[in-house]
């Protein structure tokens, strides 16, 4: 073979490589920028005698886009809303100290959080620990499923967490 074949030869090579780690680039570019935006849902709660609440909150370093948030009782049986006892549903104080909203948001940015159960308790007040108490055990073993995707459509495994109550009297 000639130089002239050799040198052709190696350019075509040459050529063939640089396309190769173009293209392996690519994919690396293409899987960082999926993993920076990738959102990482919790469930934090806090129980006190004074205050009672529960948290959806996106700790990723991007938006949680939120198809469905639904609860599942003891029983198996899956609502948009926590079953609650009728001793929680019946009493007055549920209705201006109970924040319980099914579609309230689709979308959690990085660091930002929805409340999903908040009730604020009057430690003086008998009725207020006494209702603080029967929502607590209404809530004991339900479980709230959090659907959700990221900013490319990427469906994440559901998002599960189990509710205990606890008896702070």
Known sequence: MSADRWIALCAMLTSVAAVGVS???DIVNRKQARLSVLPIPIISHL???DEF?????????????????T??????????RPSLSAS???????VNALVLTPG???????????RLVYYDTDPADYA????SRALRSSLDKTTVVVEYEDVYGTQFTPFEFQFFSADFY
């Open 53 to 69: 609440f529960i948290t959806l909150k996106n700790v990723g370093v991007g938006p949680m886009l939120i198809t469905s948030v």
């Open 128 to 131: 207020s620990r006494s209702f």
């Open 23 to 25: 293209v392996s680039s």
């Open 47 to 49: 129980q006190s005698p």
């Open 88 to 94: 929680v549903t019946d009493d007055p104080l549920a």
């Open 71 to 80: 609860y599942r009782d003891a029983l198996g049986t899956i609502t948009d």
């Open 104 to 114: 309230w948001l689709n979308a959690l940015g990085s660091g930002e959080y929805q």
